[in-house]
């Protein structure tokens, strides 16, 4: 069955950086877009970057553009999130997606990233 | 940005009863609306695409309707295991934006 398993998240001071994973399996990973959604402490689901099955295409929210990047690695069927110049206000759960025609078919548990002093 | 907006906040409902949910859009989304359930600590599950349109292995207890700025999710039959955070999401315009949840309670 379809599995989705973020890694990466901890905490981080303001300003720094980290790296998430999400490990796929039980689909086709190369066959499909993949976005990256977060939700923050008591607030509702927001997206945040998708890729596209090659990686030509990318895009992101405007909160996050110019300090996250979202990659993928179909031979490892892995997609990643470089996030960079972190803020009090990136703190929240993030998820990995399978993007299918507008809507996120299957996703991940989330990985919880706090960002504090 | 198109602004969902989701009614009540809370909805207490008695198992074995109906349960309805509302989704307002600011702007019409046509039937680019999808709708989750998310428990404490697990992944949200895709319930409905396309307003109306039930995802692989959900239970036919789900419907969704609506089109335009109004939709609606119902559960009937409400279950033990359908008590849970609901979310809708319009998918017609970049960026794609969700409500901010029905938390569904056990009555």
């Known amino acids: 069955q379809v599995q989705l398993v973020e890694s990466g998240g901890g905490l981080v001071k303001p300003g720094g950086s980290l790296r998430l994973s999400c490990a796929a399996s039980g689909f086709t990973f190369s066959d499909y877009y993949m976005s990256w959604l977060r939700q923050a402490p008591g607030k509702g689901l927001e997206w945040v970057s998708h890729?596209?099955?090659?990686?030509?295409?990318?895009d992101y929210a405007d909160s996050v553009k110019g300090r996250f990047t979202i990659s993928r690695d179909n031979a490892k069927n892995s997609l990643y999130l470089q996030m960079n110049s972190l803020r009090v206000e990136d703190t929240a759960v993030f998820y990995c997606?399978?993007?299918?025609?507008?809507?996120?078919?299957?996703w991940g548990q989330g990985t919880l990233v706090t960002v504090s002093s | 940005e198109i602004v969902m907006t989701q009614s009540p906040a809370t909805l207490s409902v008695s198992p074995r009863e109906r349960a309805t949910l509302s989704c307002r859009a600011s702007?019409?989304?046509?039937?680019?609306l999808a709708w989750y359930q998310h428990k404490p600590g697990q992944a949200p599950r895709l319930l409905i695409y396309g307003a109306s349109t039930r995802a692989t292995d959900i239970p036919a207890r789900f419907s969704g309707s609506g089109s335009g700025t109004e939709f609606t999710l119902t559960i009937s039959n409400l279950q033990s295991e359908d008590f849970a955070v609901y979310y809708c999401?319009?998918?017609?315009?970049?960026?794609?934006?969700f409500g901010q949840g029905t938390r569904l309670d056990i009555k």
């Open positions: 999401q319009q998918y017609n315009n970049w960026p794609f934006t």
């Open positions: 997606a399978i993007y299918n025609s507008g809507w996120y078919s299957y």
């Open positions: 702007h019409d989304v046509i039937s680019n």
């Open positions: 890729i596209s099955t090659s990686s030509t295409y990318t």
